[in-house]
């Protein structure tokens, strides 16, 4: 049984718990509907719960546990000691009000990573954000909403960006597309502090941005934007992250991933070492 690692948010704990659970009831060759059908619940309520987008009940997770063959008394309460920390709520809990739950998950993911590889096109990734870029961002995507509620999510915005700086904060890799540093958002003065903003980032040793320059013409990515995040513990898959107008895929089948860290490490090949960054950015800052 795979105990969480130091920093593991609650989202990864239930992935986590999930893939023990499937592997137990597969080694087992016991079919999901036999599972739900022991804890008084569907096929498709044992799928959740494998893949993590649940919460677990003790008391399920100890009847699935002897459904399984699990006696060993110190392995059973090793699982269930991580039900109650998978069931903990994250931070982000406090802003649920502004918090789409598509995007729930990826909070929790990104609190847990590792390792955060990232694609951007049309803005400056989230993480990396002033304040005043993050509220000029969320203004023009959030039209008639209230003051207050841009201040929410600005203030969301912000709260995520402590990750980065955590002792054990994950490494973050951002290649983001020319286009999204020249583009006015919040107008001169705060693009200038923007790109000012990304130069001082570079010198942060686990923080690493390259720039997909106009120059290079068509590449691989020209899908769009996306992310690929990587956890501490070796049994959770790395999953990436598509981002939709109101909705997002998660992906984590081998090959979906092998495809996307494929395009991620052409974009890396292609794009700015971290000197021409500093100086693109710059550059860029003075045509402003």
Known sequence: MTQNQPGS????LRILLG??????????GVTRE????????????ISRMELGRVGFKERDVSDLLTLYGVVDEQAREAVIALVGKANEPGWWHRFNDVLPTWFQAYVGL??????????????????LQ??????AV???????????????RVDL???RQRVLDRPDGPFFWAVIDEAALRRPIGGAEVM???LEHLADLMRQPNITIQIMPFSFGGHSAEGGAFSILRFPDRELPDVVYVEQLASALYLDKREDVDKYTVVMERLCAVSTTPDETVELLRAIADEF
């Open 138 to 152: 969320v203004t023009a995507g959030s039209a008639g909403i209230s003051s207050d509620e841009i201040a929410r």
């Open 34 to 45: 036999e599972a739900g059908h022991l804890i008084r619940g569907s096929e498709s309520k």
């Open 19 to 28: 893939s023990q659970l499937r592997r137990l009831r597969e080694a087992k």
């Open 9 to 12: 948010g609650p989202t990864a």
């Open 110 to 127: 990104e609190e847990a990573a590792a390792r955060i590889r990232t694609y951007e096109v049309q803005f400056v990734p989230g993480l």
């Open 130 to 135: 002033t304040k005043e870029y993050a509220r």
């Open 157 to 159: 915005r912000l709260e």
């Open 192 to 194: 200038r502090a923007q």
